[in-house]
């Protein structure tokens, strides 16, 4: 009798305490990312059932807070399945951001219904900063003179290969085909 009542307080305990689902990493990209950049926010998972397609997934921007929830669906096996999950943002204002995501899995489907406590939490946290644009200075450039391949000056002539020369220094190789 006491072992039979050992073993019914003991089986519920069984897998009681079991992780269905982990976050094992949030990375971006790019890693420093500025305000004209769309940043992308990976996610790898680990869930310790076969199969783990993915069922739902959200996320949202409020100011600086990004909340995500991912949600996969898990089959009966034990068996170890990794996945990746992808966050698309579009280019964010200049600040510091909080991604804060949360792993959610069940059985069966997809779809699936989730249990009442999500399997894992993670934040991470980043800095968006301003674009910094190479502006191109550009000047008239005034044209010295046109040279054929063998240096002679000449003018416009079509169907020839003529070496425009600029008061810059710089050349352009040109043929105007009829």
């Not at 073993?7 to 689902?21: D, E, K, N, T």
């Not at 909340?67 to 964010?92: E, R, W, Y």
């Not at 054929?148 to 002539?157: F, Q």
């Amino acid at each position: 009798m006491k072992k039979l009542l050992l073993l019914l307080l003991c089986v519920p305990m069984i897998g009681f305490g079991q992780i269905l689902g982990s976050i094992s990493s949030l990375t971006i990209s790019p890693v420093n990312p500025n305000n004209t950049d769309t940043v992308y926010i990976y996610a790898e998972l680990l869930f310790t059932s076969s199969g783990c397609p993915l069922d739902i997934k959200s996320h949202s921007v409020l100011g600086n807070n990004i909340v995500a929830s991912t949600q996969h669906c898990l089959g009966m096996l034990t068996a170890i399945c990794n996945t990746t999950d992808t966050f698309k943002l579009n280019p964010l204002a200049v600040g510091t951001y909080t991604f804060d995501l949360t792993l959610s899995s069940a059985f069966g489907g997809p779809p699936c219904t989730a249990g009442i406590v999500p399997n894992d939490n993670d934040v991470i946290t980043f800095n968006v900063v301003t674009s910094v644009a190479i502006e191109e200075q550009t000047t008239k450039k005034e044209l010295l003179h046109i040279t054929d391949l063998l240096g002679r000056e000449t003018k416009d002539i079509n169907n020839e290969v003529l070496l425009y020369i600029y008061d810059d220094g710089t050349v352009e190789k040109r043929i105007i085909l009829e």
